[in-house]
């Protein structure tokens, strides 16, 4: 239990430094970034805090589709975003491609080693995703479908507010699954039958990302 605990939090720490490291970089944001940048600037609120915002309002959007959020599900709303907000404070915007290029590659690494940390922890899936297997579950469409209309209305909205859109929002989506595959694997916490108690049942490759 108590390398579980360590790998949720320093996951979810990992992935909103990660986030920020795309903020940074400035050649594109993953989908939900996308929209979180874009309702950023027209509210005035950090990113992180939109992202906190974003989260709690996803979260009530589990209530009718019946989903149970776990540990995890609670902690990704606020860790990510404190951490992400945190993150921006001391790296600096990158200005030339020589940085900028390193910084989106660094981000989507360490997104792919975060979210295989959060997601092998297995106390829950975050709150986007599992809004996307509640709508899978309640209208029986295929999760990959579910997913690709949410991310597609998501990133269509935030670039509409001045959200990024770039190289890297196309580098994250074609890198970020075989990236969390492979560090899924890396993280897997012991099961049930080593003694520890699971939280998230079902095996980690079949979790889509955090979020």
Do not use: K
Request: include cysteine; hydrophobic fraction near 50%; glycine fraction near 14%.
């Amino acid at each position: 239990m108590s390398r579980r605990l360590i790998q949720l939090y320093t996951g979810l720490a990992l992935y909103g430094a990660s986030c920020a490291l795309l903020v940074q970089a400035g050649l594109g944001l993953e989908p939900w970034n996308v929209l979180h940048q874009g309702l950023a600037e027209l509210t005035g609120l950090t990113i992180g805090m939109v992202s906190i915002v974003v989260g709690a309002l996803v979260l009530l959007l589990w209530i009718p589709l019946r989903q149970r959020p776990g540990l995890g599900t609670v902690s990704n709303v606020f860790v990510v975003g404190i951490a992400m907000d945190a993150t921006l404070a001391v790296v600096p915007q990158a200005h030339t491609l020589a940085v900028r290029i390193p910084l989106l590659v660094a981000g989507i690494v360490l997104n792919g080693a975060a979210t295989g940390l959060y997601i092998a922890a297995r106390f829950g899936p975050g709150p986007r995703d599992g809004l996307m297997t509640g709508l899978h579950r309640r209208t029986g469409r295929s999760v990959r479908l579910m997913r690709t209309a949410v991310e597609v209305a998501v990133l269509a909205t935030g670039f509409a507010l001045g959200g990024t859109v770039g190289v890297g929002t196309l580098l994250y989506a074609v890198s970020i699954g075989p990236l969390a595959q492979f560090f899924l694997r890396r993280f897997a916490a012991p099961t049930a039958s080593d003694g520890s108690t699971v939280v998230a049942t079902g095996p980690p490759e079949r979790v889509i990302l955090p979020g």
